[in-house]
């Protein structure tokens, strides 16, 4: 039988490797990625798998890896990297968002087995004064954070540090990839519930100023069904010229045309169609051209009490410098949308919703044009809304928290730890036999 105190030394070794796993989980960002990779929120990755998942779009390409201290999700949804976030909207290969990953200070380790050369930069002013070949990482170690009051002042300072650094390397040569993480979680210690998205839905939609498209909120009320839609910010329709590698980037910044939406919750089935027209491309990408229609319509359905979007086409006419480009009906590669019933499904990050024109299921879609749909603050619930709002948000940057996981493992592991005893205990018992001096002495056999 094993000692109860080599037991007890088990359940503490596995407590504290559970809590560790679960304390190293940091959200890792990529720009300027062409990849159609796909993460699921309820589960972590690891260094490896990671990297496996987009090995395809990292081939030959320069990798500049920004390692902070300390990052959580929390912090892609403030305001402290608005820097970054802005220079991931001017690359147009698109981003990539894995909120959950472990061992990310081993990333550098896992791209150099993959055939990578490692460059090491103590600071971000120590850059190379030459430019770096291709199949090369360039990590760059960021000041510290710190917790308390100077955290968000110096998260904007590392934000603006990338900014520069990148920009620096990107005019040294084109094809330049950036990620950005961090060694540890900054949210170890502490014991928060997940926050529930609940967004209660205005009793009119009403208008905002032509300038500041923000919070922009639709409610299609039918006689079948009821669907909302959120845009925290702006969504981008990005639409590249092949023939002459040149982007067009639109930002879809006035209320769509919703005319052609439907949801019918007694048949299961839905549709969002979003039209847009007349609009002129922004940034610096492209300053010439116009989308005049886009119309991009998606298909709900629903399957064992979720609903999922399942399939996604865009329309769209539009003239990119003297050349006009016209589609129909041309099915997108969507993010993986699969929702519970009366919930909503909700990503604050910027990410990628859908895409034409990229690698698939290992299969390289032949095309003329590369579209890309990004979002940056997404919310939508076509079945099942009740009381004029939101149903719980179902999150794409996950649902259980470190501390969920550890309240459950320690559950269990003290459920098992109390049944253990119980059943030493029940099994103790006592003595039916007495020695007698006089007698004859008292032998047990192993049947006893």
């Not at 760059?140 to 590392?158: H, I, S, Y």
Request: glycine residues 6%; negative net charge; aromatic residues 10%.
């Amino acid at each position: 039988m094993i000692p109860l105190t080599g037991i007890i030394s088990l359940v503490i070794f596995t407590l504290f490797s559970s809590a560790s796993c679960f304390e190293n989980n940091v959200p890792v960002y990529m720009w300027n990625i062409d990849t159609d990779a796909v993460v699921n929120p309820l589960h972590s990755l690891n260094a490896e798998e990671l990297v496996g998942k987009v090995s395809l779009s990292l081939e030959r390409k320069l990798i500049a890896l920004f390692m902070q201290d300390e990052l959580s999700v929390e912090d892609f949804k403030s305001n402290d990297l608005v820097a970054l976030k802005s220079l991931a909207e001017m690359d147009n290969d698109g981003t990539f968002y894995a909120p959950s990953v472990t061992k990310t200070n081993k990333l550098p380790e896992v791209l150099a087995a993959a055939g990578y050369g490692v460059v090491h930069v103590k600071s971000h002013q120590d850059l190379p004064a030459s430019p770096l070949p291709g199949k090369t990482v360039l990590v760059v170690d960021l000041p510290a954070t710190q917790l308390g009051d100077t955290r968000k002042e110096n998260l904007q300072l590392n934000s603006n540090a990338i900014s520069e650094v990148y920009e620096t390397l990107k005019s040294q040569q084109p094809d330049v990839i950036g990620i950005f993480t961090a060694k540890k979680n900054s949210q170890l210690q502490m014991e928060e519930s997940r926050r529930r998205i609940t967004r209660n839905a205005p009793e009119k939609s009403g208008h905002v100023k032509e300038d500041a498209y923000a919070d922009k909120f639709f409610n299609i009320t039918q006689d079948t069904g009821k669907l909302f839609l959120f845009f925290e910010k702006a969504p981008v329709l990005k639409i590249k010229d092949e023939k002459k590698n040149e982007w067009a980037n639109f930002t879809l910044n006035v209320d769509p045309d919703t005319t052609g939406t439907f949801v019918n919750e007694t048949g299961h089935t839905g549709k969002l169609v979003l039209t847009y027209k007349g609009l002129s491309p922004s940034g610096p990408a492209n300053e010439t051209g116009k989308l005049n229609k886009a119309s991009i319509t998606f298909h709900f359905s629903t399957k064992r009490g979720y609903w999922y979007v399942k399939e996604t086409a865009i329309d769209f006419d539009v003239k990119i410098n003297d050349a006009t480009f016209v589609e129909n009906n041309l099915i997108l590669v969507t993010t993986d949308i699969s929702t519970p019933l009366r919930r909503s499904w909700h990503c604050s990050p910027a990410s990628r919703l859908a895409s034409y024109g990229f690698t698939y299921n290992g299969t390289v879609m032949n095309y003329t044009n590369k579209v890309i749909l990004n979002t940056d603050g997404f919310q939508l619930q076509p079945f099942k809304v009740s009381n004029d709002k939101f149903g719980d948000g179902y999150d794409c940057v996950g649902f259980f928290t470190e501390g969920i996981w550890a309240a459950i493992i320690l559950g269990l592991i003290i459920a098992m730890m109390l049944a253990w005893a119980i059943s030493m205990v029940a099994d103790i018992k006592t003595p039916d036999r007495y020695d007698d001096p006089k007698g004859k002495t008292i032998t047990v056999t192993a049947t006893d």
